[in-house]
């Protein structure tokens, strides 16, 4: 996972990229992607945001998710390090999913998101951080998507060990997969 970012004035410009490859006994399990470049424009303690994501899933049977949008994100508390942000926008999302290698599913929607992010701190060296994500399909309000990722830090000033778990949850699928998924993974964060 990388991140990089440029602020300037009231200006935030993001680029994130996500690539996961798994492998067992010869079989590709996971090659995974996911990339997003973000804007925000700051206005005080809250900001309006836009931007462009692509994804890939395998487990998802999902060849690419395409997304643009934006939105407001308003902070409801803020001290020391902790803080508690909600946000509204709206996006429009092109997917691809493969059935089987012969079949194709594309869908094209619009979805209203509602999102929260918080952290807290636990200790000198130790906070959590939360994003919540609930998308609901603007022509179909019964087709929604959660996306819960709470993540603990141990930081060591410029390395930090983390642990996170995602969990995911569709409605309504548009192919045969579970409705929910979850992730546990531990990893290493480097602060350059």
């Known amino acids: 996972t990388n991140q990089i970012g440029k602020k300037f004035d009231?200006?935030?410009?993001?680029?994130?990229?996500?690539?996961?490859?798994?492998?067992?006994?010869?079989?590709?399990?996971?090659?995974?992607?996911?990339?997003?470049l973000r804007y925000n424009y700051s206005l005080g303690n809250n900001s309006v945001f836009?931007?462009?994501?692509?994804?890939?899933?395998?487990?998802l049977s999902l060849d690419h998710r395409n997304l643009i949008g934006g939105g407001y994100r308003h902070n409801f508390y803020k001290k020391d390090e902790n803080y508690f942000?909600?946000?509204?926008g709206v996006f429009y999302e092109n997917e691809l999913y493969l059935k089987n290698t012969d079949e194709?599913?594309?869908?094209?929607?619009?979805?209203?998101?509602?999102?929260?992010?918080?952290?807290?701190?636990?200790?000198?060296?130790?906070?959590?951080t939360t994003s919540i994500y609930?998308?609901?399909?603007?022509?179909?309000?019964?087709d929604t998507r959660l996306?819960?990722?709470?993540?603990w830090y141990y930081d060591f000033n410029?390395?930090?060990?983390?642990?996170?778990?995602?969990?995911?949850h569709h409605t309504t699928p548009?192919?045969?997969?579970?409705?929910?998924d979850s992730e546990l993974l531990v990893g290493l964060e480097f602060n350059l």
């Open 147 to 151: 996306f819960i990722e709470p993540r």
């Open 10 to 36: 009231r200006n935030l410009i993001r680029l994130l990229f996500n690539y996961e490859y798994i492998s067992e006994n010869n079989e590709v399990l996971a090659s995974d992607y996911t990339a997003q």
């Open 104 to 128: 194709e599913l594309m869908v094209d929607n619009y979805r209203l998101s509602l999102s929260s992010f918080f952290m807290f701190t636990v200790s000198k060296k130790s906070f959590i």
């Open 50 to 59: 836009s931007f462009i994501q692509s994804q890939k899933s395998r487990a």
């Open 174 to 180: 548009y192919i045969d997969i579970k409705k929910t």
């Open 85 to 88: 942000d909600l946000s509204v």
């Open 134 to 142: 609930y998308q609901i399909n603007t022509d179909n309000i019964e």
């Open 158 to 168: 410029n390395i930090a060990v983390y642990i996170t778990t995602q969990i995911r």
